[in-house]
């Protein structure tokens, strides 16, 4: 009996169809951004009378990032530090907070487990725009909006989080170590704390980088709950310098500045966690 290996030639043409696809993806996604960067190169001069594929030389970059910072008294910075607490702290809080929901619905059967895990499962497919009205309802009858929380609080509980950590738990802490704790003498908390963070650690770190970039380019969340300016997001503040473009043609060269610096806490975040996460996510912690 023989049998009819696949055609190199096909096998070529399957890669090279990959290939292309894949590079069409990539170009998608980088070009924007390499506008964005070379854009912001180019004084309000510049913007529309320049090739758009080129930078420019003259200096427009600092230029740019000097008015930008000079900018209604330095609003910008002010801005920067609220997406970076925004993201930073609901990021951690929802993430420790989807650690724990996770890890209690993969380890322990109580009442209920299941039909609550369903329910997280339905939520991951529940667009997050369509409860951002009700949340604002919702804080607005106990005087919350226009405030830090007011945008933090509706990010802490994400099902997509939760469901990830329930997921790895299941396969990375065994029950082995657990039992072995608890003959040693500790609590369940303690169990968690000191065993279960630890093997959870690199799905941790994924969730808390998507809960990150999630915050840090939330737009409709903080365009809802606040009026001050003072507390706006990056995103929200760029948006006010955008719209405030229509009558000042120059504040479009800062809108794009600011736009290449907002890439950045997120580009440095995710190059310096890379180093935390495993290829073997899925591995457990004993090994036969």
Request: with cysteine.
């Amino acid at each position: 009996m023989t049998t009819v290996s696949s055609s190199p030639r096909r096998l070529s043409r399957t890669n090279l169809f990959s290939t292309i696809i894949l590079f069409v993806g990539a170009l998608y996604c980088v070009l924007p951004v390499l506008w964005i960067v070379i854009a912001a190169t180019k004084s309000s001069t510049e913007l529309f009378s320049t090739p758009t594929a080129l930078p420019s030389f003259t200096g427009g970059l600092f230029e740019n990032i000097a008015e930008l910072l000079a900018y209604r008294d330095g609003i910008f910075g002010r801005w920067m530090l609220n997406s970076a607490l925004y993201a930073g702290g609901g990021g951690i809080a929802s993430t420790l907070i989807a650690a724990a929901a996770g890890y209690a619905l993969a380890k322990y059967r109580f009442r209920g487990s299941t039909s609550i895990f369903r329910i997280i499962v339905a939520a991951v497919l529940l667009p997050q725009i369509m409860l951002a009205i009700p949340q604002y309802l919702l804080l607005a009858q106990f005087g919350m909006t226009n405030n830090y929380f007011s945008v933090i609080l509706p990010l802490l509980v994400s099902p997509y989080a939760i469901y990830l950590c329930k997921i790895y738990a299941e396969a990375s802490v065994p029950y082995e170590i657990m039992e072995a704790a608890r003959i040693d003498g500790a609590t369940e908390w303690r169990i968690f704390l000191s065993t279960g963070l630890r093997l959870m650690s690199p799905a941790l770190v994924t969730v808390f980088l998507l809960q990150f970039i999630a915050i840090w380019n939330n737009f409709l969340l903080p365009f809802i709950m606040l009026t001050d300016d003072s507390k706006f997001p990056l995103t929200l503040g760029l948006y006010a310098m955008l719209r405030a473009g229509a009558s000042q043609a120059a504040l479009y060269s800062l809108v794009i500045t600011g736009a290449a610096i907002a890439i950045i806490p997120v580009v440095a975040l995710f190059l310096s966690l890379q180093r935390f996460w495993r290829l073997d996510l899925m591995s457990g912690g004993v090994k036969a």
